[in-house]
């Protein structure tokens, strides 16, 4: 009885050391953000290697908890089944008493004994199952131990100091720069504009720049006097393509688009209704 009562008492003591790391683990880890790192990871080292020394102990000793418990249960069952004797020897006593085989004091003297021998199973009864359910109690303890911390550590190139260490992450570039880029991107390998002027300049003389002011209908020519005629005339022959030459004054849309039937004048080289290109003359 004795030893296990000092062995509880040792295991009891060894579980409060236990929690006591734990709360100071729990401690340290709320003051973490204004600790330096080196200093933080030493504290905790030396709270994690201490606390694991601890319930190596416990399990440890908790075998032999377990076989003092065992020895306990096997005891109260034993002064459990003393006491029903003992009482059961007064009842009878008071029976043979009063049918009147014993006389008074004789069944007195019997009464008497039982109920001191009752007294001493009762309070070594209580002491047992004192003991045993703090046995119980270490056990269940000791049978779920609280994990060691496993957070991660911070890598050596870690800033010294959490304090003054800052988020540096680069942030996303914008959608619509990226959109511009490969549209950039795409029209790099292919020219339109130029493409046009080339296919435009043999045919009337003129640059690139003046194929889309074409692409407006030309307005009617205003008339003119007799006086003028000729050298109006004159700077015409000079100035209208060769292939526009025969063309009455008045234009007709005679050109028909292909891909929305919209007729146009015939020197228009885009739909004026949905700008699809025009078939050539």
């Known amino acids: 009885m004795n030893k296990s009562i000092v062995t ?27 600790t ?11 709270y994690e290697q201490r606390l694991e020394a601890v319930i190596a102990r416990l399990l440890e000793r908790r075998a032999e908890v377990q076989s003092m418990a065992d020895t306990l249960v096997q005891r109260v069952t034993a002064l459990d089944a003393d006491t029903s004797r003992r009482r059961d020897e007064k009842m009878e006593a008071e029976l043979r008493a009063a049918i009147g085989e014993l006389d008074a004091r004789e069944a007195d003297k019997i009464v008497r004994l039982s109920d001191e021998a009752m007294a001493v199973l009762n309070a070594e009864h209580a002491t047992v199952s004192s003991e045993l359910s703090r046995l119980h109690e270490v056990l269940e303890r000791t049978g779920r131990p609280t994990p060691v911390f496993t ?3 911070p890598s050596e ?3 010294r100091d959490a304090k003054w260490a800052a988020d540096s992450a680069p942030a996303a570039p914008p959608a619509t720069a990226n959109a511009t880029g490969v549209a950039a991107k795409r029209g790099e390998g292919f020219d339109e504009l130029q493409f046009l002027s080339s296919v435009v300049e043999p045919r009337t003389g003129r640059g690139g720049k003046n194929a889309r002011a074409e692409s407006a209908p030309a307005p009617a020519p205003e008339p003119v ?5 000729s050298s109006t005339s004159g ?9 526009l030459k025969d063309v009455p ?3 007709v849309k005679t050109l028909k688009c292909q891909e929305c039937a ?4 015939p020197t228009e080289w885009y739909c004026e209704r949905c700008g699809a290109e025009l078939a050539a003359l």
């Open 8 to 34: 509880s008492d040792a295991i009891l003591e060894m579980f409060n050391e236990r929690q006591r790391f734990e709360g100071w683990l729990a401690a340290l880890e709320s003051r973490r953000a204004s």
């Open 157 to 159: 190139s870690a800033p």
């Open 225 to 229: 006097s007799s006086s003028a005629g």
């Open 151 to 153: 957070q991660e550590r």
């Open 262 to 265: 919209t007729m146009n004048y």
């Open 235 to 243: 700077r015409l022959t000079g100035s209208v393509p060769a292939f």
């Open 36 to 46: 330096p790192p080196h200093i933080y990871e030493r504290v905790r080292g030396d």
């Open 249 to 251: 004054n008045e234009q």
